[in-house]
C-alpha cells in the first residue's frame, strides 16, 4: 500500500493508543488492522465469529469476537479510539450492522470518554432517498448511523467514502466531490485516509468526503477548514451598556451640581472609623 506521511513525533504515543476496529476481519477492516499494526498502535479487533480469532491475532492484534446485532458496547471500554468499518453480510442485516451497530459502539465509545470515533460512511448517505433499490437502504442505514452519531458530544468524524475499488493505491485522494459524476475510492487509500483523520482534530464534529484523487492523502485532510466556532453572544453589563439610550435634558433640573467625588459625605450617622495601621476592626473576636 503507498504511503503517505505521517507526523514521526507522534509515534510515541501510538504503542500506548488502543485502537477498537469494528469488522476487523472485512476487506476494508483488514487493511486497517495491519496499517495501525504497522505504525505502532495497539489494535482490539472485533469480528464476529470465533473462528475468525486466530487470523488477526497471528497478525498481532487483540481479537474480540461480538456480533453487532446484539451486544457489543463492552467492547470499547479501556479503548481510546474507535474505528467502525463493519457491513453487513446480508441486505436484510443492513439496518441492524451498518445502523444500529455503529450507532451503539459510538454511543459506547461517548460513554467510555474514547478521544476519537471514525465512522466509515458512504458518498450519498446524506440523502438516501436520492437513490433506489438496495443502494438506497445501505444510504438509508449509513444515514441512521450518521445521525445518531452527530447526536453525541464527543470527538467524532464522518469519513464518506466513494465506491470502493481493490485497485492498487496510490496514496493520493480528493475531498471535494464533482458534480454529477460516479466517485470511486481505492480500498487502500480509504484505509490509509482513517488512519491519517485520527491525529486531525481539525476534523472533530466534521462530515469529510473520500475519493479518488490527485492530492496526498495527509495534504488533502489538512486542507478541508476546521469547523467555524459558535458565535459568541455576551449578555452582560458590558454588551448592555452600548444600548442604553442617551440622556434626557429636559429631566436634568437646571441648578444640579455636577457629581464630584470629593463632596463631603452626607449619610445616615458619623462615619465609621477609619483604619490605621494594623488595627483590629473586631478586638476579641477570632
Avoid at 53 to 75: F, P, T, Y
Avoid at 95 to 104: E, L, N, T
Avoid at 157 to 162: A, K, Q, S
Avoid at 176 to 194: F, I, Y
Wanted: glycine share 12%.
Amino acid at each position: 500500500m503507498p504511503g503517505s506521511a505521517h507526523d514521526p513525533a507522534a509515534d510515541a504515543t501510538m504503542g500506548a493508543m488502543i485502537v477498537l476496529v469494528a469488522g476487523a476481519n472485512g476487506r476494508l477492516g483488514g487493511l486497517l488492522v495491519a496499517l495501525l499494526l504497522g505504525r505502532g498502535y495497539t489494535v482490539r479487533g472485533l469480528v464476529r465469529e470465533e473462528s475468525e480469532r486466530a487470523a488477526l491475532e497471528d497478525l498481532g492484534a487483540k481479537a474480540l469476537v461480538g456480533d453487532l446485532r446484539g451486544d457489543v458496547e463492552w467492547a470499547a471500554e479501556g479503548c481510546d479510539v474507535a474505528i467502525f468499518a463493519a457491513g453487513a453480510r446480508h441486505r436484510s442485516e443492513l439496518g441492524a450492522v451498518d445502523g444500529g451497530g455503529a450507532a451503539k459502539l459510538a454511543e459506547a465509545a461517548d460513554r467510555f470518554d474514547l478521544r476519537r470515533f471514525i465512522l466509515c460512511s458512504a458518498v450519498g448517505a446524506g440523502a438516501p432517498e436520492r437513490r433506489d433499490g438496495p443502494l438506497r437502504e445501505f444510504l438509508a442505514a449509513k444515514h441512521h448511523a450518521e445521525r445518531r452519531l452527530a447526536r453525541l458530544d464527543m470527538q467524532w468524524t464522518i469519513l464518506r467514502f466513494g465506491r470502493l475499488t481493490d485497485d492498487r493505491g496510490t496514496g493520493r485522494i480528493a475531498t471535494e466531490l464533482p458534480p454529477g459524476t460516479s466517485v470511486t475510492l481505492r480500498r487502500d487509500d480509504a484505509a490509509l485516509a482513517v488512519v491519517e483523520a485520527i491525529h486531525r482534530p481539525h476534523l472533530a464534529r466534521q462530515v469529510v468526503h473520500v475519493i479518488d484523487g490527485e492530492r496526498h492523502v495527509a495534504s488533502a485532510l489538512d486542507a478541508i477548514e476546521p469547523r467555524p466556532l459558535p458565535p459568541v453572544r455576551n449578555s452582560g453589563l458590558g454588551a448592555a451598556q452600548p444600548e442604553n439610550p442617551p440622556p434626557n435634558p429636559d429631566m436634568l433640573l437646571p441648578d444640579a451640581h455636577p457629581l464630584d467625588a470629593d463632596v463631603d459625605y452626607e449619610g445616615d450617622g458619623p462615619l465609621p472609623p477609619q483604619l490605621t495601621g494594623n488595627d483590629d476592626p473586631a478586638p476579641g473576636i477570632p
